[in-house]
């Protein structure tokens, strides 16, 4: 019979070696790729109450992390997917084999859009300032006006999709409504800014009620990320 210490010893490398095994396993429901989540940049309840941390755990860790590895799933089959800027695949999805033309134009569509969706978010409330408050007053009717008709844009989305505000490298801002995780990048256009009006974006929250999170949602929005992004797309710089 085996002895006790030996015995220790070996359930002791057995529990070491599962460790391992334990991390490619999940590296294999999750596939690694050139497609990667971006971390949240707050924590999940930093958007409460207006957004709540159970919506924004779910949405983030399932919904924009299933896009992300539907992504890494097709690049395995079509490594030229991760080897191109995003902005551009989605500028030309006719390009993209017909095969998962439609999978990628749904997944990386999701993926631009909530990592853009994020980075505008945070808890500042406040008011845009500087270069953007003035296109917003001359090409959008002033912020009460953009605000208003932003949300109302939003609300005739039918079932699940998005409201955008677009700027050109001029500067020029417009509002432009898009369904399922469709871009303004598959325009060729940048996105300053967008809402996602997807249920899973504010139903356990607010139900149906998609003008309650609509007119809430202004409280999260970080204007100096919006100001930062306004910049960078005069410059040329903005991608997604
Ligand atoms: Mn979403």
């Known amino acids: 019979m085996m002895s006790l210490t030996r ?17 490619r396993h999940a590296a294999a429901q ?41 992504m890494n799933g097709f690049a395995k089959d079509h490594p030229q997917l991760g080897q191109k800027p995003i902005e551009e695949i989605l500028a030309n999805l006719n390009n993209v084999p017909e095969a998962i033309r439609t999978g990628v134009r749904n997944n990386l569509g999701g993926h631009a859009n909530h ?38 844009t939003g609300g005739r989305v039918f079932g699940s999709g998005w409201v955008f505000v677009t700027v050109t490298k001029d500067g020029k801002l417009a509002i432009v409504p898009k369904p399922n995780q469709d871009t303004p990048l598959m325009d060729g256009q940048r996105a300053l800014m967008g809402n996602d009006v997807w249920e899973h974006a504010y ?21 100096a990320k919006v100001g930062e992004r306004y910049a960078a797309a005069k410059a040329g710089r903005l991608t997604i």
């Not at 999750?30 to 999940?44: I, Q, R, T, W």
């Not at 406040?126 to 208003?148: C, H, M, S, W, Y």
């Not at 139903?203 to 204007?223: H, S």
Request: hydrophobic fraction near 40%; charged fraction near 20%; charge should be neutral.
């Open 7 to 23: 015995r220790h010893a070996l359930v002791g490398l057995a529990a070491a070696a599962s460790l391992p095994l334990l991390g």
């Open 30 to 70: 999750a596939p690694e790729g050139p497609f990667k989540l971006p971390p949240l940049p707050y924590a999940n309840d930093a958007l409460e109450p207006h957004i709540d941390a159970r919506t924004m755990e779910i949405h983030h860790d399932r919904h924009h992390a299933a896009y992300v590895n539907n």
């Open 115 to 152: 990592t853009m969706f994020w980075q505008i978010m945070g808890k500042s409330g406040g008011k845009p300032t500087g270069e953007v408050a003035a296109a917003i007053d001359r090409d959008l009717g002033g912020l009460e006006k953009f605000q208003n008709d932003f949300n109302a």
């Open 203 to 223: 139903y356990l929250k607010y139900q149906n009620r998609r003008p309650d999170y609509l007119k809430a949602w202004w409280n999260v929005v970080d204007w």
